[in-house]
């Protein structure tokens, strides 16, 4: 055992934070037990019978749970400044970034950076994505050859954080994704967080750390920013997001952005924008292979669209079938099924009064399966965001990228990376899953494969 007061006077930073169990990561986990094969169960057991809005009492605070597009809007836009963010527990993984931070200086910090996100940037970055779809392409070839089974999440894992690293930060990955992807693995499972928690050794002013396996998982992390900076630009291109991000940390008018805000920036980026997407993509390829016409469609659809040569960002906008794939997966795991909020102010919805300092959950995963809103809700069908289907939507049933002055900054650019990806890798490959039928979810930060998403992979002739 480690006795922290030994190797240092205070807790490190990358364990702060760690293992408090009053931390609603816990507390949801515990709410969703019930169902073995998927956690979402009993809460959307719990919004069928009891409405909208549900109160549940937890100790000390209330946990509200909605689940009425009506309500995602109030919460969202109407009343945005009234709920603010939630990240207790998670400092290891976002620090100060800009996802944590609410009014102002939310405001400030994202400016800078909102270019890089801008649609026009997209065809600039199509080429490094294609370069990270190239080597993920070698890799399955020799997947296919040697016949070996492998676990899809830290494919897609892999993939999104070479593509973030080449398009936004001009860098090859200086690290080795698969320590990194396993790293962030160990702490999004926030059960493991229980094994980190410090405790004070009886008797003494020491504290120690019972377990120390995610404690080291995030110092491993804590590094990984630091390391893309400092590696060799790949082309020195002038306009990235980290020579933005860069030019605000030099701005002397913005003392608030300084080299630990950069860093916190970064580690949101390659954690916000690696996890969701390889998530996305995943259960996309998951599907697909379930269903042999839709990636038949897929691969008529690219060959249509852009024949033998790379796709452009021009093709995109053609790609409609293997975009809605993309759309109708975060329908069915949007990776954020819950978004989290806390009331600052008094409040009323549905008719049930909200205190300050409630935990408000979002509860997106429920409004996408509910079938009020989506006919057979539970079958995969990506025409659902095709054509009339897909503008007679209510507003606020489909929120798997938040909504109003929060939503994703990079939702746009996923889903140019998700969708190429998709239909460059179906084009080539035929993939068999091999994992266990159904798969299962665990949800914690994020919705997840229970036991991941098992997969061979075949060259087409
Ligand atoms: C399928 C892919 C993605 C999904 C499902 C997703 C989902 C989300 C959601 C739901 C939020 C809002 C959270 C809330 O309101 O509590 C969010 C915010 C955010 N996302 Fe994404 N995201 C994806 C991809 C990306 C990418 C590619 C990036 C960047 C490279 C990114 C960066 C961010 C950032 C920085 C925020 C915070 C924005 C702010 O607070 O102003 N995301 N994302």
Redesign the pocket.
């Known amino acids: 055992m480690t006795t922290l007061a030994e190797a240092t006077p205070a807790a490190p930073a990358h364990t702060q934070g760690l293992g408090d169990e009053n931390s609603i990561w816990f507390k949801l986990t515990a709410l969703q037990r019930g169902n073995e094969q998927n956690p979402m169960a009993t809460l959307m057991h719990l919004a069928e019978r009891y409405g909208g809005v549900i109160r549940v009492n937890m100790g000390t605070e209330a946990v509200v749970f909605l689940t009425e597009p009506d309500h995602f809007k109030r919460v969202?836009v109407t009343k945005v400044d009234d709920y603010i963010?939630?990240f207790d527990g998670l400092k290891p993984i976002f620090g100060k970034?800009?996802?944590?931070?609410d009014g102002a200086l939310?405001q400030k910090?994202?400016m800078p950076?909102q270019p890089a996100?801008h649609p026009d940037m997209f065809a600039e970055y199509i080429p490094y994505f294609l370069v990270a779809i190239r080597a993920k392409m070698d890799l399955w070839a020799g997947l296919a050859k040697s016949g070996d089974s492998f676990e899809m999440v830290e494919q897609t894992w892999t993939l999104?954080a070479d593509m973030?690293c080449k398009a936004?930060f001009d860098r090859d990955m200086p690290f080795n994704p698969h320590v990194v992807f396993k790293c962030v693995k160990t702490y999004t499972d926030v059960m493991n967080h229980k094994q980190v928690r410090l405790k004070k050794v009886h008797g003494s002013d020491d504290f120690e750390i019972a377990e120390d396996d995610t404690a080291k998982a995030m110092e491993v992390w804590a590094n990984v920013p630091a390391e893309v900076m400092a590696a060799n630009p790949r082309e020195a291109r002038e306009r990235t997001?980290l020579t933005m991000i860069d030019a605000a940390v030099a701005d002397p008018s913005f003392p608030e952005f300084d080299r630990q805000q950069a860093i916190d920036?970064l580690k949101?980026?390659l954690w916000?924008?690696?996890e969701?997407?390889a998530?996305?993509?995943a259960w996309a390829l998951y599907q697909t292979s379930k269903n042999p016409e839709m990636a038949a469609r897929i691969r008529e659809e690219g060959q249509q669209v852009y024949g033998d040569r790379e796709p452009t960002s021009a093709d995109y906008g053609s790609l409609v079938f293997t975009r809605a794939v993309?759309q109708e997966t975060?329908r069915l795991y949007?990776?954020?099924w819950g978004?989290?909020?806390v009331a600052t102010k008094e409040d009323e919805i549905g008719g049930k009064r909200i205190l300050p300092g409630d935990r408000v959950v979002?509860f997106?995963y429920g409004t996408h399966h509910s079938p009020k809103y989506w006919e057979d809700p539970e079958t995969f069908k990506p025409e659902r965001f095709m054509g009339e289907a897909a503008k007679k939507r209510k507003p606020y049933t489909y929120?798997?990228?938040?909504?109003?002055?929060?939503?994703?900054?990079?939702?746009a650019?996923?889903?140019v990376?998700?969708t190429l990806a998709l239909s460059i890798l179906l084009r080539r490959f035929r993939l068999e899953y091999t994992g266990i039928e159904p798969p299962g979810l665990t949800a914690t930060v994020t919705l997840t494969p229970k036991a991941g998403l098992h997969f061979k992979v075949h060259e087409l002739g």
């Open positions: 969202l963010k939630y970034s800009m996802i944590t931070h939310w910090v994202r950076q996100f999104a973030i936004l997001l920036e949101q980026y916000a924008g690696t969701t997407t998530l996305t993509l993309i975060m949007p990776p954020i978004l989290i909020r979002l997106a929120i798997p990228l938040g909504g109003g002055k929060r939503s994703c900054i990079g939702g650019m996923s889903q990376e998700n």
